[in-house]
């Protein structure tokens, strides 16, 4: 489905009194750049549907808004959360940069933790992550001070991990098993964190990276 368009009138309803996060594509008919990256925008707003509200403002048919937000240049994109303008960037963005810009602004699961607040929470001796993958994973490379125990012995182990010397946060390659045992034991009241997209997105992210010999 496409973006909608929306006019100033629907401005208000729209984006201000929305309680999602709202990605605004400022664009114009005779704009090469807004065609460009169109199929980007519509491909992101299909993924994070129900997460972020997506929709265009034609700058020609809205020019007293277009002015307000101080659009210069088309396309421009903005974020608002909450009724007021949190991120923004011009230009032919690609998707994965739309992303970002709305990322910290999407509902989150319970329990996580984005790799970024995990390496701030162990510099200050918060947490002790806790690599659930197999042991031959965890020897080649591992998050710095992480213990290690297999996802599948978690559950016999809570002792244990209640024990360390900081909230434990669990973490498996990408993220999605420790999000799944995170969600099982929250349901019999043990609530754990877990590291949003794992071990790659501690990677991506050029953390440091503990690697035994």
Not at 28 to 46: H, Y
Not at 89 to 100: D, F, I
Not at 159 to 175: D, I, N
Not at 182 to 204: H, M, R, Y
């Amino acid at each position: 489905m496409p973006v909608p368009v929306i006019s100033e009138q629907d401005f208000e309803r729209e984006v201000l009194r929305s309680e999602l996060p709202v990605l605004i594509d400022f664009y114009a008919d005779w704009c090469g750049p807004c065609k460009t990256v169109a199929p980007e925008v519509e491909a992101l707003s299909r993924e994070l549907e129900g997460k972020a509200k997506f929709v265009k403002v034609n700058i020609d048919q809205s020019k007293r808004l277009a002015a307000a937000m101080r659009v210069q240049a088309v396309p421009t994109f903005m974020v608002f959360f909450r009724g007021r303008p949190v991120a923004g960037e011009q230009g032919a963005v690609r998707k994965a940069r739309l992303r970002e810009l709305l990322d910290p602004f999407l509902p989150r699961a319970e329990g996580a933790i984005r790799a970024m607040e995990l390496a701030q929470a162990l510099k200050q001796h918060q947490v002790v992550p806790v690599d659930t993958r197999e042991a031959a994973a965890y020897n080649r490379a591992h998050i710095p001070g992480a213990v290690h125990i297999p996802l599948e012995e978690i559950e016999t182990r809570l002792a244990e991990l209640h024990m360390l010397p900081g909230e434990p946060v669990l973490y498996c390659r990408a993220g999605d098993k420790s999000k799944t045992l995170a969600e099982t034991l929250a349901k019999s009241d043990v609530p754990i964190a877990f590291l949003e997209n794992g071990f790659l997105g501690w990677e991506a992210e050029g953390l440091p990276i503990e690697r035994p010999d």
